[in-house]
Structure formats: structure tokens, C-alpha cells
């Protein structure tokens, strides 16, 4: 894990609209970036926390994206969340004060490092600051809802379908192509968030292509068809790509 002294501040960060400094004025943002001096440039397959650390940062995805995934009492791994950038790491760990589970990089990935004491400190007197952390808790409540709502008594089909669509939107969010994008996450991982096997993954995703629904070029994915692809995911399709 490296430390770097990037001259990308909070002010022209790509991702700006999507994290902390949403709604702050350029007075609050410099105060903000006090605290948020602290980058780190982690490599595929590095983790940022372990299950078990203390709770001290939060952690601001400005490139590329992580997984995280907690241990059961038998040693097995279950796949929580895919992170891409202008979302937070670490949340999870506030009511306790410890890393419940890990974050892993998918690939290169660069971090703004948020020490929570220092940040907590600032939201008392930044009120559009503490209200903005109180949106990202919701939006995290929120995150998992859905999660449960894609585990819940969904086909193999829909649950897929539906994280395509996730993926989709969010990277739209981001003002990246809704229609194109990289999944960064091998189909290991894919399976195990989704609760199939790797093999019915990829049966599935053989299957769209065929449908004409996605093309798939690797890890490259380009969705041809984003209504009929959010009709089996069950979700609507209100953006465009």
C-alpha cells in the first residue's frame, strides 16, 4: 500500500458530487482537505482494513474499485459490496469500533484517507459537512436494503440481470457510460455476492449475450438492451445510457 501526495484536491476531484464535499462552500472544502491530505494508492488484490482493526478512518474511493467481504466462525468468505468511486469504506465498523470484515482491491485503486476523530470534529462546525455524512450513512442503510431485496427470492436469472443494472447506474451516476463499463470483480466473486456458483454465472451471462441483452469482451461489458435486461432484473430503467 502506498502513500502519495497527489495534487488532486477535494475541490476538482472527479467525484466530488458523490462524496463529502457535496454542498460544502470553497471555505469549508479547503478546511475539509486539511483533513483530507492523506491519499493511498493500493494495488489489486491489497487491503485497505482487515476484519478485526480498529475503527480510525473512513475511507473516500477516488479511482478504481474494491469488494468487501466478511469471515464466518467457519472460515467462510462472503462477498458484502462492490465499491466504486465517490463511495466510502469503513462505515460498517462506526457502531463498533472495529472492521467487521475486509476491503479488498479489484485493481489499482487510489483512496482518500478520512480520520474519522478529525472529521467528526469538522462536522460539529460544518453543518452542511455533518449533514452530508448523515446522507451517506442513509444511502449506505439504504445499499444494503437493496442487497437483500437482490438475495431475496429473486431466479439466478433476475439477481444478475438486477447487479448488471446496479453496476449500470451507478457508473451513470459517476457520468461514466451507463451502457459500457469494466466488472472489475471476477465471476468468483460475482457468484458468491449473488449466492450461485461461478458456473451458473457464467452460464447466465452466456446466455444474455445469445439474447443479445450484453456483450462481454473479457471484463468489458456493454449492454445492448437496457430495458429488457431492468424487465428481468425487475427493476425500472429511468436513465439514460
Request: charged share 20%.
Amino acid at each position: 500500500m502506498k502513500e502519495t501526495s497527489s495534487a488532486v484536491s477535494c475541490g476538482n476531484c472527479s467525484v466530488r458530487r458523490l462524496c463529502l464535499p457535496m454542498g460544502l462552500s470553497d471555505e469549508d472544502i479547503a478546511r475539509l482537505e486539511q483533513v483530507t491530505r492523506k491519499k493511498k494508492i493500493i494495488k489489486a488484490g491489497e487491503t485497505l482494513f482487515r476484519a478485526g482493526d480498529p475503527f480510525t478512518n473512513l475511507y473516500a474511493i477516488r479511482s478504481g474499485s474494491f469488494k468487501s467481504a466478511v469471515i464466518g466462525a467457519g472460515g467462510d468468505v462472503q462477498v458484502t459490496h462492490f465499491a466504486l468511486p465517490g463511495e466510502l469504506l469503513g462505515l460498517d465498523a462506526y457502531s463498533g469500533s472495529i472492521h467487521p470484515g475486509y476491503a479488498e482491491a479489484l485493481e489499482e485503486s487510489s483512496v482518500c484517507v478520512l480520520p474519522f476523530t478529525q472529521l467528526e470534529g469538522l462536522a460539529q462546525q460544518v453543518p452542511a459537512l455533518q449533514k452530508q455524512i448523515y446522507s451517506i450513512f442513509s444511502e449506505e442503510l439504504k445499499q444494503e436494503n437493496e442487497a437483500l431485496l437482490l438475495l431475496g427470492k429473486r431466479s439466478a436469472e433476475s439477481r444478475l440481470a438486477a447487479l448488471l443494472i446496479n453496476i449500470s447506474s451507478r457508473y451513470s451516476r459517476r457520468g461514466y457510460s451507463a451502457s459500457e463499463f469494466v466488472l472489475s470483480m471476477s465471476r468468483m466473486d460475482i457468484a458468491n455476492y449473488l449466492g450461485l456458483t461461478a458456473e451458473t454465472v457464467s452460464r447466465l451471462i452466456s446466455r444474455f449475450q445469445k439474447q443479445q441483452l450484453i456483450r462481454v469482451q473479457g471484463r468489458s461489458v456493454s449492454i445492448s438492451d437496457l430495458i429488457a435486461l431492468s424487465e428481468i432484473a425487475g427493476t425500472h430503467c429511468s436513465y439514460e445510457g
